[in-house]
């Protein structure tokens, strides 16, 4: 039986039944973590700014609605938020997935890249709690925040703005242990390696053979999606990031 916390007051209820919010759903760990929740019997908000991809997984998954969103819009995350209530009358899970380190990188980048880069990564993830809380508390709820091994400093990085966004990331989530207490919303972290995604597998395409040699075993989104899992159904879980490389057993950042 799959569930996830909901308050010492209202006990546990079963994943089956719940809805999620997953951002950077359309592709990579979002669409592996989005699977995995459907296939447990979550409902699923497919939050992304590929419409045609979105749309597309949104059509495959048992009980799914597409919601087109930029994640640094707050407008648009609003809206993702409040079509999980429009069209399925709660939301219980948050998934902040969407991110990215795209070109070019700091300090050759211009203030507004790097800054739009800290936007997508850090003040998405703090913005997306803070319009999704008051329906998570409503019930009790559970939230993952994707953050990166970039920002824990467990692995060289040649995207500073990145690391250093993943990194308030993990300290951000640690910083939300209140929530269980307050709100019974339990806020979790993970830190994944290498995954194999398509913005992974453009970077790996442009290093070098040693490069390629040096690095863990690559990750699958499934591996990832089956940790989110595992931090939803744990209630003991809070505030807690669980740092993950491929080939070494999953270990909690302390």
């Known amino acids: 039986m ?12 079963e994943v089956a039944g719940s809805v999620a919010l ?3 759903a359309a592709s990579g760990i979002g669409e592996g973590i989005a699977q995995r929740l459907a296939a447990e019997g979550a409902a699923i908000v497919v939050a992304d ?29 609003q809206a993702a938020v409040n079509l999980a209530r429009s069209h399925f009358g709660r939301l219980d ?23 739009r880069v800290l936007d997508l990564n850090l003040r998405s993830v703090i913005r997306a709690v803070q319009l999704a809380l008051p329906l998570l508390s409503l019930r009790g709820g559970a939230v993952i925040n994707i953050a990166s091994i970039a920002g ?8 500073p703005a990145y690391a250093a966004a993943k990194a308030g990331v993990v300290r951000f989530t640690s910083s939300l242990a209140f929530l269980a207490e307050r709100n019974r919303v339990r806020v979790n972290a993970i830190c994944p390696d290498w995954v194999d995604t398509p913005s992974s597998r453009r ?31 744990d209630e003991s879980a809070v505030g807690r990031t669980t ?9 909690t950042l302390t």
């Open 49 to 77: 700014i590929d419409e045609s991809l979105g749309k597309r997984l949104a059509a495959r998954l048992p009980s799914a609605v597409f919601a087109g969103c930029d994640v640094t819009d707050d407008s648009q995350l």
């Open 93 to 115: 899970i948050l998934i902040n997935n969407a991110g990215g380190a795209p070109d070019p990188q700091y300090p050759e980048a211009p203030v507004e890249h790097w800054s």
């Open 243 to 251: 740092v993950m490389v491929g080939g070494t057993q999953p270990w």
């Open 22 to 24: 997953v951002t950077g």
């Open 152 to 159: 824990i400093g467990q692995a060289p990085h040649s995207a």
């Open 203 to 233: 970077n790996r395409e442009g290093m070098t053979k040693a490069e390629l040699a040096g690095l863990p075993p690559i990750l699958t989104p499934a591996e990832v999606a089956a940790m989110a899992v595992t931090l939803i159904n």
């Open 2 to 13: 799959r569930t996830i916390w909901k308050g010492t007051s209202l006990g546990w209820v």
